[in-house]
């Protein structure tokens, strides 16, 4: 079977910036894939240049079956495209955005209403409230609900949670969870710890696609063992674990500090006394499962090393 | 067909929520209405004058009540020598000062003539020219009604004047269809350029490229409400300019709605020209202040004469859409010009509008960037 989404090589710059480098990538079908990667790394060029937004400066870009630069009118209709900023109607009710979407694209509310129902329901009690009235979570459910109002074959979602609080996030993806039995659907985020939501994920640095597979084999990648140090001084603990001679990465995750060793079996006790030396006392360290944000805080170490 | 009705339907919706800009949109025609129909005039209403009468014979005494009688003139002042003329003016007491000459009836009955001096203000020109021609025209009127009764030997040519078309020199008459003309100039292509480049601005433009849409849906969604809105504008200026000014209406009210619909759409055009080049709201309305409403104001004939610019300016007014709308709104208005009248500017509106859809359908960006 065709992959949903192939592309060959794309490079894509804004004069001086090299905004995607050669890039090649495939999405499959029903698969929920996610494009993880901080600010600027090239999300959302990449994304408008799938929504055919943007022409590729060199390289393949096929979606659906058709090229994004010749056949873009046919890729079009069958899209679902979610832009990086809210880009629905303020003045404009909830209803009236979805049932404006739904007329764009020649189809009812009432007639997808199946489709959009696990998005919509949640919305629907405020659907006489302007969608500049809402909350963050709520537009971009509303985004999500207009954009899928026209049974899309394709979702393109570009940082739909960035800026939802921590419940609608979990929501956002549950729905997502739902909706990927219907379309295939390619999310970005810069929040790794959604990564592990997806099927696959490629993690994107500076427009470079470092590493693409499941989650779970990516964390598997993870070979190194791993500590968790913590103290009441978090700043002065970070500080001095930054200067042990022996440190390869030092990164704050929640309350614990996650450290890595070079060597391939390090010594706790010298680091213990170390850090007792640099008047650390009573440090707690203990070993930890690797999780899916330390494969990739891994991957950008060792690319900063290469480079 | 659906999808152009829902984005038309939403574009109504959006301006009728907007309520400032729609308060501002309908109140601006009345407030420059009244503007220019009040305050803004070139007729003169009681201008200061005094008389310095060296003569004070009955001719004299009979032209200075004429005078004081108009009501474009109040008498303020008599004086007895030249002196106290620079004083009056200097202080700003007057305006005209109106000097006859010593043994001015004795001269007239001798010699048929004699002279007298109109010394004028001139910081403001225009003002100071229509008050010498006021002047003379009401000493003109007086001499001529004179000689009817007593047959005093006036020689040297009188001319006789007669204003065509506008008896009166009413500027209202001059500042309505100008009026109309900036109106919808502002309304019609500052409105459509920002209501597209505010698509463009707050994002919504990224969704609507990526749907069915095509380009022409956007463009002549964006135009149909405005050009509704331009429509009732000009029924509202019409509707002042007949029962407030008393305006003339001599031609045909088909053709003149007919000829402004397509001013409409070149204006819409024009606007729509703009949102293609601008990217942010800012951008386009400065464009549409600087690049149509300054030209629509002073190079279109609205304000200043044509015939008195310099010939480059003359050139570049010919490139004015308003200049042309100017010409057959007065002929309609005014003369009571038909087609076969203006056809030719109507011709030139024409080009100009298929000129700018042609351009803006051209320069539609079906991407981003």
Known sequence: MNPIIQINNLNKSFGQVHALKSISLEVNESELFGIIGPDGAGKTTLFRTLATLYTPDSGNV?????????????IRPL???MPGRFSLYQDLTVEENIRFFASVFGTTLEENYKLVEPVYR???????????????GMKQKLALSCALIHKPRLLILDEPTTGVDAVSRVEFWDMLAILVKDVTIIVATPYMDEARRC???AFIQEGEILQVDTPEAIVKSFKKPLFGVSHKNRFKLIRALKNYPYSESVHTFGDSIHYTDQRDLPDLDGLKTYLHDMGLENVEIGTLIPGIEDSFMALVLKEANHA | MNTFKGFVVKEFRQIYRDKRTLTV????????MILFGFAIRNEITNATIAVLDFSKDEITRAITHQLAMSNSFTLVASLENYHEVEQLFRAGKVREVVVFEHDFAGKIMRNGIADIQVITDATDPNLAGLMQHYTSRIIEDYIISVNKHQQ??????????????????????????????????????????ISITREKELGNMEILLVSPLKPHHIIIGKVLP??????????TILVLAKFVFNVPFKGSYLLFFAEASLFILTALALGVFISSAANNQQTAMMISLAGLLLPTVLLSGFIFPIASMPEILQWLSHIIPAKWFLIIVRSIMLKGGDVFMLWKETLILLAFTVGFIGLSMKKFNVRMG
């Open chain 1, 122 to 136: 949640q919305i629907e009690p405020f659907k006489n409230r302007l969608a500049g009235d809402l909350s963050g």
């Open chain 2, 226 to 235: 405005f050009l509704a809105l331009s429509i009732v504008n000009v029924i």
């Open chain 2, 152 to 193: 005093i030997p006036v020689t040297g040519v009188i001319p006789e004047i007669r204003m065509m078309y506008n008896p009166e020199l009413r500027s209202v008459n001059l500042f309505v269809p100008g009026l109309i003309a900036v109106i919808l100039m502002l309304v019609s292509a500052m409105m459509t350029s």
């Open chain 1, 199 to 201: 099927n696959r994920v």
């Open chain 1, 79 to 81: 899209l679902g495209y």
């Open chain 1, 62 to 74: 096929s979606v659906l079956g058709y090229d994004v630069v010749r056949d873009y009118k046919k």
């Open chain 2, 25 to 32: 949109l309908f109140g601006m025609p009345v407030i420059m």
